[in-house]
């Protein structure tokens, strides 16, 4: 959360979706934190194939990352 609230940009990186993405949410403050700080939030889907995303469209990752971020807030 602290290295969230200086940050000029935030990217949610390629990895796996579950395993790497969603993970990096979960401590507790951290969707405050984002929520918080006014900059660019980018998301960054795989390139290949990702097991974790299977079923899942585009759409449906992106508001997985809204819903994680909201819990927190």
Do not use: W
Request: one cysteine or more; glycine letters at 8%; proline letters at 7%.
């Amino acid at each position: 959360a602290e290295l969230v609230d200086s940050a000029d940009l935030l990217c949610y990186p390629m990895g796996s979706f579950f395993g790497s993405v969603l993970v990096n949410l979960l401590p507790v403050g951290v969707g405050k934190a984002i929520v918080k700080r006014h900059c660019p939030k980018i998301y960054c889907p795989n390139t290949g194939t990702d097991p974790e995303m299977q079923g899942y469209t585009l759409m449906d990752c992106i508001q997985r990352i809204i819903d994680m971020v909201r819990q927190d807030v």
